[in-house]
C-alpha cells in the first residue's frame, strides 16, 4: 500500500479529512465537533475495517499540540496568577487524586485484581487531560477569569504529581516484587525528581525570563513574520523538549514554564496569535490519536466495569472537586467550573496505565477500561459543562457564599435605549471610553478578569461570559438596547453574536470588526449593520491625509 511509504503523511491526511468530515456533521448535529474528532479516530484505528492510521505517530503529533496548547496558556498565565491559586489548586489536587485513586483502587477490588493494581488504576483515573480542560475553557471564554486559573493551576500540579508518579512507580515495582528494594533507594529516587524539577523552574524563572523575551525582541526587529513565527514555535517546542530531555519534566509542563516567562513580555500577545494556527491543528489530532486506541468490543466484554469507570471519572471526580473547592470558601460558581474541567481523563492515564502494564503491575484489561472511560468522559464533558453551567444559573447565590471575582451575574439588567460592547480589549475598551464620554447607558460583556475591571474602572455595567449564550443573550436586553458593538477578533464567535442579536432585534444597529473581505461578506450575510475592515480604514485615513496635503499645496 502506498501510504506504509509514508505513514506521517498518511496519518496527518487521513486523521485531518476525517476529522473534518465527521466534525461537520457533529456541528450540524449541535453536538461539539470533538465529538467528531474522537469517532475519526475510531475510524482510522486498528480496530475498525479499512485504512489503519499509525498510531505511534498519531500520538507523537497529538504531543505537539499539548505542547503548543500549554505553551499558549502559559502565555497568559504569569508566576503571579499561579501563586495567587496555590492555596486551593495544591491541596485541592492533592485531595482529588486521593479520592479519585481510592474510588479507582474500590474498583479494582471488585474486579478481583491485586492492592497494587489497583492503586496504578486509581492513579490513572485521578489525572484529567490538559487538552480537554484548556478547550473546554477556551470555548466558555473562562479560562482567564478566577476560576479558569484556579482550574489550570490545580491542572499543574497534578501534572507535576504524575511526574513524581511516573519515576516512582519502577521502584514500586521492584519494591512489591520482593526484589528487597530498600525505602531509601525509593526516598531517594524521589528527592532526585524533586531536585531536577526544582532546577528546571529556576533556570526558567532566573535564565529563561531574561533570555526568551530577548530573543523573541530581536526577532521582532528583524521585520520578518516568518522568523518571528518560527522564533514561537523553536521556544515552545525547544524549551519543552529540553525539559523532557534533561529534567524528566513533562513536555506538557515545559511548555506551560516556557509561555509563561514569555507572557511577561509586550510580544505575548502577538506570540499566541502565531501559534494559534499549528496549535489547533495538531489539538485536533490529539482527539484523532484518542480515538484510534479504543477498541469497541471492551463496551460488550466488560460493560459493568465500564460504567462504574465512567462513574469515577466523570461523577465520582466531579463531586470531590466541587466538595474541596467549596470547602475552601469558593462561590458555587467556581465549584462548578472546576468540578466540569476534571470530569475527564486523558494523556497522563495512557501513560500511566501504560507504564503499569509494562512493570506486570496492572492486568492488560484495565488499558480497555481506562480509553473506554477516556473516550466517553471526552464525549459527554461539553454536556457536564453545560448541565453544571444550567444548575448555577437555576440557583441564586446562597447568602453563606464567599463571592469571588469570577461570579457570573445574570440578573437582567434594566437599562433600554443602551449601547453593548462585546469584547473589552484594544478596540473594544476604546469604543466603551468614547461611549462613555458621550454620556450614553453602557452595557460591556467579557471574559477576561482584566477587561471586566477596566469596563468597571470606565462605570459599565458589566456581565462576565461567553456573548453567545442564550442566557447572557437574555440578561443583556438586546431586544430593548440601541446599538451592538462587536469588537472580538475570532471571526466565528462574532458571527454567532450577530446572528443571535439579529433574531433578537431585527431593529438593532449592528457594529463590528472584521480582519478579511471574507469575514465582511459573513457577517453581513448574517445582518451587520456595519463591518469596519482595519486595513480599508487604515487606507482610507492615509488618503485622506495625503489627499489633504495635496490639496493644501495647490496654488491659488
Known amino acids: 500500500m502506498p501510504e506504509q511509504h509514508t505513514p506521517l503523511i498518511a496519518t496527518i491526511a487521513a486523521g485531518l479529512m476525517l476529522a473534518f468530515v465527521f466534525g461537520l456533521i457533529a456541528q450540524r448535529l449541535r453536538i461539539q465537533p470533538l465529538v467528531g474528532y474522537l469517532l475519526a479516530g475510531v475510524m482510522v484505528g486498528p480496530y475498525t475495517p479499512g485504512f489503519t492510521a499509525d498510531p505511534a505517530l498519531a500520538t507523537e503529533l497529538a ?3 499539548v505542547i503548543l496548547l500549554m505553551f499558549g496558556v502559559g502565555l497568559h498565565f504569569s508566576l503571579k496568577d499561579l501563586l495567587s491559586v496555590a492555596r486551593i489548586a495544591i491541596p485541592g489536587a492533592i485531595g482529588q487524586i486521593s479520592v479519585a485513586t481510592l474510588m479507582g483502587a474500590g474498583l479494582s477490588w471488585a474486579l478481583g485484581w491485586t492492592p497494587l493494581a489497583g492503586f496504578v488504576f486509581g492513579l490513572a483515573l485521578s489525572v484529567a487531560s490538559t487538552v480537554v480542560l484548556i478547550r473546554a475553557l477556551q470555548d466558555r471564554h473562562i479560562l482567564e477569569t478566577h476560576r479558569g ?16 508518579a511516573l519515576v516512582l512507580l519502577p521502584a514500586l515495582a521492584l519494591a512489591t516484587a520482593g526484589n528487597g528494594v530498600p525505602a531509601t533507594r525509593i526516598l531517594f529516587s524521589l528527592l532526585i525528581v524533586l531536585a531536577k524539577v526544582s532546577i528546571f523552574v529556576a533556570i526558567m524563572l532566573v535564565v529563561g525570563r531574561r533570555l526568551i523575551p530577548w530573543l523573541m525582541h530581536h526577532t521582532a526587529h528583524t521585520g520578518s513574520r516568518e522568523l518571528f513565527r518560527l522564533a514561537v514555535y523553536a521556544v515552545a517546542l525547544g524549551v519543552a523538549y529540553g525539559a523532557h530531555y534533561f529534567f524528566d519534566v513533562s513536555f506538557a509542563l515545559g511548555a506551560f514554564f516556557a509561555g509563561m516567562v514569555l507572557g511577561e513580555s509586550d510580544l505575548s500577545q502577538r506570540a499566541a496569535e502565531e501559534a494559534i494556527p499549528l496549535r489547533d491543528a495538531f489539538a485536533v489530532l490529539f482527539f484523532v490519536s484518542v480515538g484510534m486506541l479504543l477498541n469497541p468490543s471492551v463496551f460488550v466484554n466488560a460493560p459493568l466495569a465500564v460504567i ?26 467556581t465549584a462548578f467550573t472546576v468540578s466540569a474541567s476534571l470530569a475527564q481523563i486523558g494523556e497522563f492515564s495512557f501513560i500511566l496505565i501504560g507504564i503499569g502494564i509494562t512493570l506486570n503491575m496492572v492486568p492488560k484489561e484495565s488499558r480497555d477500561l ?8 471526552i464525549m459527554i464533558n461539553p454536556f457536564v459543562f453545560t448541565l453544571l453551567e444550567r444548575l448555577n444559573t437555576d440557583k441564586e447565590a446562597a447568602p453563606t457564599d464567599k463571592p469571588d471575582e469570577s461570579t457570573t451575574d445574570l440578573t437582567p439588567t434594566t437599562l433600554s435605549g443602551h449601547d453593548i460592547v462585546i469584547g473589552y480589549g484594544r478596540v473594544g475598551s476604546l469604543v466603551g471610553a468614547g461611549l462613555k464620554d458621550d454620556g450614553g447607558n453602557l452595557i460591556v460583556v467579557e471574559a477576561s478578569d482584566a477587561g471586566v475591571d477596566r469596563a468597571r474602572k470606565d462605570g459599565a455595567e458589566v456581565f462576565s461570559g461567553n456573548a453567545a449564550e442564550p442566557a447572557l443573550i437574555a440578561a443583556i436586553n438586546l431586544a430593548g438596547a440601541r446599538r451592538l458593538y462587536v469588537t472580538i477578533p475570532e471571526a466565528f464567535e462574532a458571527g454567532q453574536i450577530i446572528q443571535q442579536a439579529r433574531a433578537a432585534n431585527p431593529k438593532l444597529d449592528i457594529l463590528a470588526r472584521a480582519h478579511s473581505s471574507a469575514t465582511v461578506e459573513h457577517f453581513e450575510k448574517l445582518g451587520a449593520n456595519l463591518i469596519v475592515l482595519g486595513e480599508t480604514e487604515i487606507a482610507h485615513r492615509m488618503l485622506e491625509r495625503g489627499r489633504g496635503d495635496m490639496a493644501a499645496a495647490v496654488p491659488v
Open 308 to 333: 462504574a469507570t465512567i462513574a469515577i471519572i466523570v461523577v465520582g471526580k466531579s463531586v470531590a472537586a466541587y466538595l474541596i473547592v467549596r470547602a475552601f470558601g469558593h462561590s458555587r460558581s
Open 370 to 377: 481506562i480509553l473506554a472511560g477516556a473516550i466517553v468522559s
Open 63 to 65: 504531543e505537539i499540540g
Open 149 to 164: 486559573r484556579i482550574a489550570v493551576g490545580w491542572l499543574v500540579v497534578e501534572d507535576l504529581a504524575m511526574v513524581l
